[in-house]
């Protein structure tokens, strides 16, 4: 299970979405932003990091395990489109960290997980025109 790259990386994707609950978003000289103190954010961010989370355990069910991978991904997209949203109207001296970012990176490593689970599914595709 954790020993295949794909399981890695919907490890690692999970694992960079749950720091994201501890995390600043946007800095001023007046306050610092969580994402947890916005509601729509925290939303995604519980709904992604538990899909991420409960993809990797779908590893016998390898179709299943894409479609709610290619789910994740998309919700991993309308998170930093939320994100980049808030950065458009955001107040004079305002400051972004990095960790807003965070989602973006999450659907790339997501994305390279997908590839990974397609690679397996047609090895195992293959080896069953084989054996019939």
């Known amino acids: 299970m954790i020993q295949r790259i794909q399981s890695l990386f919907l490890f690692a994707a999970s694992a960079i979405l749950g720091t994201l609950f501890f995390s600043v978003m946007a800095q001023s000289s007046l306050e610092s932003v ?64 990095v960790n807003s970012v965070f989602p973006l990176v999450a659907a790339i490593i997501t994305w390279l997980a997908i590839r990974y689970i397609g690679r397996d599914e047609a090895m195992v595709r293959s080896i069953n025109r084989l054996r019939k």
């Open 34 to 97: 969580k994402f947890v103190n916005i509601a729509p954010l925290l939303i995604f961010n519980i709904i992604t990091t538990l899909v991420s989370f409960v993809s990797i355990f779908l590893y016998r069910h390898r179709m299943i395990q894409i479609r709610v991978s290619i789910f994740n991904s998309i919700i991993l997209v309308a998170y930093q489109a939320w994100i980049l949203y808030l950065f458009i109207i955001r107040p004079e001296g305002t400051a972004f960290t």
